[in-house]
Every structure is written in C-alpha cells, then in structure tokens.
C-alpha cells in the first residue's frame, strides 16, 4: 500500500491538492458562478431571486440607465450608476496620484540613506500593512473630527471660529484612501529606485543634462515599473473600497464598494448587486492582468 | 574631455550644491511630512486612549480607567473570544492546504497548473467586497438550500461560516508565502539526505520541513492576522447572534469617537504589531527563532494551565472537559521542554544580539499563548 503510493506521482499529486483545489473551487470559484448566475436573473419580492429563476440583462442595463428599471421614479437619473462608476474611478486616480507625489520622493530618499536608516525607515512603511485597517482609518476619523484634534487645534489658536466639517466629505474619504493606501504605493517604487544605479544621473549631469532632464529621461524611465506597480496597487483596492468611504464619508459619498453593499442591505436588490460586483471585478482583473503583460517577472520579485 | 564641455552647458559647482541643498531639503521635508501623516493619528489614537475625560482633543490627566471598563466589556470580551477561535482554526486548516498546495504546485507538473496557479492568486487581487458578497450568495442561495432538501438539515450562518470563509481567502496568502520559500529551496540537500540512505519521508521530516518552517510559520501568522482583521467578509457571512471583534470595533466607529475606542484600538495595535514582530523574524532569522516562539507558545500554554487549575480547584467542579482542557494545556511545558533542547543548539551558533532577540520572540510568543488561552478558555 505505502509501497504503491511512494511510486505512484499521480496519487501523490493527488492527495497533496486536492484539499487546496476542493476548498478553492467550492468556497471560491463555485460562489463567483453563483454571483455570475444571480446576475443574470430577476429579483424577488424579498429581495433575494425570483423562484424558478426568470432570465433577464435586466440588471446589466440597469446599470448603464438607472431608469431602465421597473422600480424607478419619475424623476430618475439614467446615468446615476455610471456615474457613480465614474465618480470611484476619478477618487481613485485623484488618490492613486497623490500616493505617487508623495511616494516616489519618499522612495528616493529612503534608498539615498545609509542601509540602517534604510532598513528602519522601511520597517515605518510596513508597519501600517500589518496594522489593523479598521483601526487606522478609524485613528485619522478621530484628528479629524467636529471634536476633534485639528477643529480644537484651529479653534484654539483662533484661526477659525466655528469648527470646520472635515469628515463625512469628498475631502475626508480622499485624505482617508491616501492615509489607507500610501504604504501600498511606496513598496514597488522603493524596489525599482533602490536597484537604480545612481550613477546614471551623474553621468547624464556630465553629458550636459539638467538635473530635470536627467530625471524625466534617465531616472523616471527606468524606474516607470516601479511606479506602474504602484499605480495598480493603490488604483484597483481603492475603485473598490468600501471601509474608507463608509466611515470618512458617513454614508454621504457613495462608491462602488458602498453602492454593491447597499444592494445587499438597504436597497435588496441582489441580482443588481451581482452584476455590478461582476463588473468592478472584471475592471479590476483587466487592470491586473495588463499589469503582469508589462511587467517583467523580476520587477514583480523584487516586491 | 575639455574639448567636449565646451559643447555641452556645464553648471558652475557652487550652483549644483546648492540645488543639491535644496533638493535634500525638500526630500528630507517631503518624508517627515509623510510620515507625520501615516503615524501622527496612530499616536495620538495611543495618547488619548490614556486620557482622563471623554475628550479626544484635550489632554487633561493619565489615566488606565478605558483600558479597564473594556475589560469588564462583556460583548466585547465575546467578540474576542470569537475573533480568537475563528482565527486559531483558520490558522490551523489554511497554513496546512496552502502548505500542501504549495508544495504540489511547485513539485509536480500537470495539466491547467498555470490555471490554477493564476487561480490561487485571485482572492488576493479581487476587491474583499466582491469575495463577500460571493459567499453570501453562495451560502445562502446554494449551500443552505442544498442542504436543506437533500439531506433535510437546517443550517444557518455563524462562526462556522466566517471560519470557512476566513479559511478560503487566507490559502493563497499561505500558498504564495511557502511558495516563495520552495523556490529557494536547495534541492540538492534532499539528495544528499536521500544519499545517506533516507527514505522520503524521512527526508521530508529531517531535511523538507525543518528547511521550510520559517516561511510556514510567517505564513501561519500572516493567516492569523488576516483572519483577526477582517472585517468585510466577515460582516457579509456572519450569523444574527455571534460577532467578531472587528465588527464589534466597526458598529462602534460607525457610531462616533469615544476613549474606549481609542483603548481597544491601541490594545490591537500592540497586538498585531507583536505578531507582524513574530511573523518577520521568522521568516528572515534562522531556526532559533521558530525554535524560541515553539518554545514560548508552549511555556505560554503550559503556565495558563497550571494557573487555571486553581480555578478547576476552587469551583471544586470536575468536568471532563476541563480537566481534558487542563492536561493539554499542561502538555504545553512537555512540548517547551522538548523544544528546548534544540533551541539550546541554536542558541549556541548565534551571536549574543541574536541571543537576546531569539529570548524577546520567545517572552512574546509566551505571552501571546497565555492571552489567547485565557481568553479561549476563561
């Protein structure tokens, strides 16, 4: 019996993954079919699916004309869900640029310090990967409270009067993302500047060129992987955030992550809630998987 | 080189210097502004948790008082001991399929492997929103009807299914973790292991495991933070009555900034910064590390089991169960003793720094172990 399983490859295989495949493919792949399926069938009265199953593109058209549906007003807006499709993609651009502003310099000059500086600075980057979200998010909520640290600040040293509204804003779930996400943004810029020979720029400075020059065609271009890493790391988790906007926004800013979560409390509307979760996840992927075509398996390693 | 600087502009030094200047000074400005903004609020979450009033603005007097109504909490004392054995199982079953998977993947060539590859990596890049409501659905739009009329058994969601959930996004964190650690692997050592006349599992047990340990260990970690920290897949495949501690954290958030929030964020933050402390070591110190935190775990264990049998005494009520609980518990001194030997060989092959870190990991582990046992078990 031991005998035949030391010689037998296939069965060895077999026992090794079948846990991992039987989990993934029952507890994973299975309820992604199931949201496909719901997506394409007619909400129930209860807010779940009609029984037996009514096949409609009813909750695909919905999202591109928000009066398509049955359960519209009069004064509906057919564009209010791509619109707010549209509204998380302009939030996430605005934080994933900032986080590269702020990034790529910070980047630059952790990689400039001497190696124990180096390490310890970047000991200061991960620690917020490996800290509660929930808490930091919540942290950043607190200083910017009517109540809070800066109102009190502010009021204190009598340059305002009456306590600024710093929370349940645009402002406050862009400072929030950014505060969530830079550490995201950081890391891969880090791995491709640190690998860059900082000669490069003495020599293009010898050649003639402007310190500007030299960074927009020497530097910038050989560390792009790094930024584009960054790029989809901040980009893809912040189009589909739910937390941030949740608590900085108060319910008053709606995302895509809200606008899904909100078809499974609130509104009941499941199949449309499948739809649009099947649409995020397909931008998401597509913004992977351009990622992984124009990146090099060694720039993805050295993340 | 003369004859070519007259073609090309060259800039004065005393000009690039101070550009130079004022470029560092704008980069070092640039960095303490940044990290201002990601630890100032952190910091200040950890100064008021100690504050005497209810402000979080105004800092008025020391006090431990938030940090000791949270330990008179019941619900949130529930929601911990919830969050904790939701973590412990997700640990248990994740580290060992994503182990397991990790090592087939990489060990053996077969058909659709990219496939699944690819398809490993997927609960790590959707959005948590979308994997959520996926096992909302899936649970009960197909598992609980299915079960309900073939097999006629009425099953709800609770803890059972938050762990199953838990268990399914944290296999690839795991997978992707010992992965890395086989890719490194040495393959030559198992020859030699299998040279000196070492059947396979022999060689699996004294050379493969004992090689692969500190990415298994980094990856059960990061499995437990993950699964302590979770919050959005939980709130979607969560029970009427059990809650975890992050939605507990959560309704409290949502409902506006008080002390208590601040103390039990900061008890969080100690926490998941000793485990990250754990995790990291593991991965990149050698073996005295892994050897320390086994160890302290079992220390950790053993001492919470003598300590409780004054209780078991006390109430003078002797359950099965308790005092099962209790031998295992104190099984856990067998286990450090055990582990001791080895660490000791360790030791001796480390520098005197390293020695005193290897010590640190091991106060930690115990400590952990002793918490989390008397959480589970009080």
Known sequence: MLKYFRRNKGLQLFSLISPGALWILLFFNLPLLIVLFISFVERGRAGSIKLPPVYTLENYRQLFNACASQFSGPECDPFLYIGIFGHSMRIGLVVTFWCILLGYPLSYFISKQRPIWRDALMILVIIPFWTNFLVRTYALKQVLATEGLLNSLFMGLHIINQPLDLLFNEFAVIVGLIYGYLPFAVLPMYASIEKFDHSLMEAAADLGASPVRAFLRVMLPMTLPGVIAALVLVFVPVVGAFITPDIMGGGKIEMIGTLINRQFGVSRNWPFGSSMSLVLMLMVLIGVIAYFRSSTEETRRAM | ?378
């Open chain 2, 1 to 378: 080189m003369s004859a070519r600087s007259t073609v090309f502009p060259v800039y004065p030094r005393q000009q690039v210097r101070v550009r130079t200047r004022i470029g560092n000074w704008l980069l070092g400005t640039n960095a303490a502004l940044v990290f201002g903004f990601l630890y100032l609020p952190v910091l200040i979450l950890i100064i008021f948790s100690f504050n005497n009033t209810r402000s979080v603005a105004v800092f008025t007097g020391f006090s431990t008082e938030w940090y000791l109504s949270l330990a008179k909490n019941g619900e949130l004392l529930d929601a911990a001991r919830n969050s904790l054995l939701v973590g412990v199982i997700t640990t248990i079953a994740a580290t060992l399929i994503g182990t397991l998977t990790a090592l087939a993947m990489e060990r053996y060539r077969f058909r659709l492997r990219t496939t699944f590859d690819a398809n490993l990596y997927l609960p790590i890049v959707i959005p948590e929103i979308v994997m959520g409501i996926a096992l909302l659905l899936f649970f009960n739009q197909a598992l609980f009807p299915f079960l309900q009329n073939v097999f006629g058994i009425r099953a709800t969601s609770g803890l059972h299914t938050i762990t199953i959930s838990h268990i399914a996004f944290d296999i690839p964190f795991v997978y992707v973790i010992v992965r890395a650690r086989l890719a490194d692997f040495d393959r030559t050592l198992e020859e030699a292991a299998a040279d000196l006349g070492a059947d396979e599992w022999q060689t699996f047990k004294r050379v493969t495991l004992p090689l692969l340990m500190p990415g298994i260990i980094g990856g059960a970690l990061m499995a437990f933070t993950l699964s302590l920290d979770d919050y959005l897949i939980t709130a979607f495949t969560k029970g009427i009555r059990e809650q975890t501690m992050p939605l507990y954290i959560y309704s409290l958030v949502r409902r506006g900034v008080t002390p208590e929030i601040n103390a039990l964020s900061t008890a969080l933050l100690v926490g998941s910064i000793g485990l990250v402390g754990l995790s990291l070591t593991a991965q990149s110190g050698g073996a005295a590390y892994t050897k320390g935190m086994s160890v302290g775990a079992g220390l950790g264990l053993g001492l919470f089991g003598l300590f409780s049998l004054s209780a078991l005494f006390a109430s003078g009520v002797f359950t099965v169960g308790g005092v099962i609980v209790r031998l295992i518990l104190l099984a856990g001194f067998y286990w450090a003793w055990r582990s001791y030997k080895g660490y000791r060989e360790e030791l001796a092959d480390i520098n005197r720094s390293g020695r005193i870190l290897a010590w640190i990991t091991t106060l930690i582990a115990a400590g952990a172990a002793f918490l989390s046992a008397a959480l589970l078990f009080l």
